[in-house]
Nanobody, 122 residues
C-alpha cells in the first residue's frame, strides 16, 4: 500500500512559520501532482496548495503566505507556511495523483498520508 508521510507540524504562535514535508519511498513524487489539504475538527477537508510538474497553485486563503517546493533528490515536497493564523489550526495532509481533474478536489487524489497536526496559538 502506497503511503505518504507528512512531518513538520507542531505548535506555533500566531504570525509564526512552519515548513511541512511530504515524503514516500513508494512513489517518485516528481512524476506526480502533489497536493496539500487541511482539515479542522468538524469541517470538510480543504485545499491549500498543489504542485503539478510545472506549476504551483494556492488557495486564496494562503496565497502570498505559503510556498510549495520540491526536492527531487530527496523525493520530498515541502509547504512553507508563514504568518500563520489561529483559524489555520488543522491536520494537514499531503496527497499525490497522476490523473487529471480539479486540483483542489480531494477525490481526485489517489494516495494520502496520515496527516500532521498544526496548531496555531493566539
Amino acid at each position: 500500500q502506497v503511503q505518504l508521510v507528512e512531518s513538520g507540524g507542531g505548535l506555533v504562535q500566531a504570525g509564526g512559520s512552519l515548513r511541512l514535508s511530504c515524503a514516500t519511498s513508494a512513489l517518485t513524487l516528481s512524476s506526480y501532482t502533489v497536493g496539500w489539504f487541511r482539515q479542522a475538527p468538524g469541517k470538510e477537508r480543504e485545499f491549500v496548495a498543489a504542485l503539478s510538474r510545472l506549476n504551483t497553485f494556492y488557495a486564496d486563503s494562503v496565497k502570498g503566505r505559503s510556498t510549495g517546493t520540491r526536492d527531487n533528490a530527496k523525493n520530498t515536497v515541502y509547504l512553507q507556511m508563514n504568518s500563520l493564523k489561529p483559524e489555520e489550526t488543522a491536520v494537514y495532509y499531503c496527497a499525490a495523483r497522476s490523473r487529471a481533474g480539479d486540483l483542489s478536489a480531494p477525490i481526485n487524489y489517489d494516495y494520502w498520508g496520515q496527516g500532521t497536526q498544526v496548531t496555531v496559538a493566539s
